[in-house]
């Protein structure tokens, strides 16, 4: 029995000596991770807004036939805009949450040779641009999206997306009230972060920042 306590004199000054080691080593490391800046990104750089927020809904209708050209054209759904854009559009979604919302979004960046398919498809500039010009899908400015509350439901804005019609227009006044006002909360948020609405379609925003960037045909991987 001597022997037994004897040896958990000996053990309990190391025992807290590893303690201590440990925790300092752990502390270190948290501090450093706190302390170190993160590099900076080119707002240039093509980035997965999955990795910058998480308050997003997601339906990307061309990673399915659930679309106009009945087609998959995306081997997977992600959602990847230049950083810009990404910091742009969080910066909308927080003042949609405040009000009890969230974007949804139905398509981001666009590859140029997702765009030769779609165009394959549908070889008409009323639906699909042109990929001889590329569009600002192309160059990672554009989303296409919708407004749900925090039950994921859709707000009413008249048409579905992708509804080639009169009725998508901005300019369309033949809606409720509901509607109208669904489709002002909308416009009205983006262009407060500085994105452009497009005229014949309610759902599709243009960065001002990106008009000028370089048509793309940068690819993610899929898991």
């Known amino acids: 029995m001597k022997i037994y306590f004897d040896m958990i004199s000996y053990l309990k000054p190391l025992f807290i000596l590893i303690c201590f080691v440990s925790f300092v080593n752990c502390s270190s490391q948290t501090l450093n991770s706190r302390v170190l800046p993160a590099e900076p990104i080119n707002d240039t750089v093509f980035v997965n807004l999955k990795d910058y927020s998480q308050d997003f809904v997601y339906?990307?209708?061309?990673?399915?036939?659930?679309?106009?050209?009945?087609?998959?054209?995306?081997?997977?759904?992600?959602?990847?805009?230049?950083?810009?854009?990404?910091?742009?559009?969080?910066?909308?979604?927080?003042?949609?949450?405040?009000?009890?919302?969230?974007?949804?979004?139905?398509?981001?960046?666009?590859?140029?040779?997702?765009?030769?398919?779609?165009?394959?498809?549908?070889?008409?500039?009323?639906?699909?641009?042109n990929p001889a010009k590329g569009s600002i899908h192309n160059r990672g400015g554009a989303v296409d999206l919708t407004l749900v509350n925090f039950d994921g439901k859709e707000l009413d804005m008249g048409t579905s997306f992708d509804f080639f019609g009169k009725e998508a227009?901005?300019?369309?006044?033949?809606?409720?009230?509901?509607?109208?006002?669904?489709?002002?909360?909308?416009?009205?948020?983006?262009?407060?972060?500085?994105?452009?609405?497009?005229?014949?379609?309610?759902?599709?925003?243009?960065?001002?920042?990106?008009?000028?960037?370089?048509?793309?045909?940068?690819?993610?991987?899929?898991?």
């Not at 909308?186 to 262009?191: A, P, S, T």
């Open 59 to 129: 339906d990307m209708k061309y990673a399915s036939d659930d679309n106009f050209l009945k087609s998959k054209v995306y081997d997977c759904a992600e959602c990847y805009l230049r950083y810009k854009t990404v910091k742009a559009l969080i910066l909308a979604n927080k003042r949609f949450m405040k009000k009890g919302f969230k974007i949804k979004l139905f398509d981001c960046y666009r590859p140029l040779d997702i765009q030769k398919r779609m165009w394959a498809i549908v070889s008409n500039p009323q639906y699909v641009a």
């Open 169 to 223: 227009g901005h300019n369309f006044a033949g809606f409720s009230n509901e509607i109208l006002n669904n489709r002002n909360l909308l416009k009205k948020n983006m262009i407060k972060e500085h994105f452009n609405s497009f005229d014949s379609e309610w759902w599709h925003y243009n960065l001002k920042a990106g008009l000028n960037d370089k048509v793309s045909n940068f690819k993610w991987e899929c898991e």
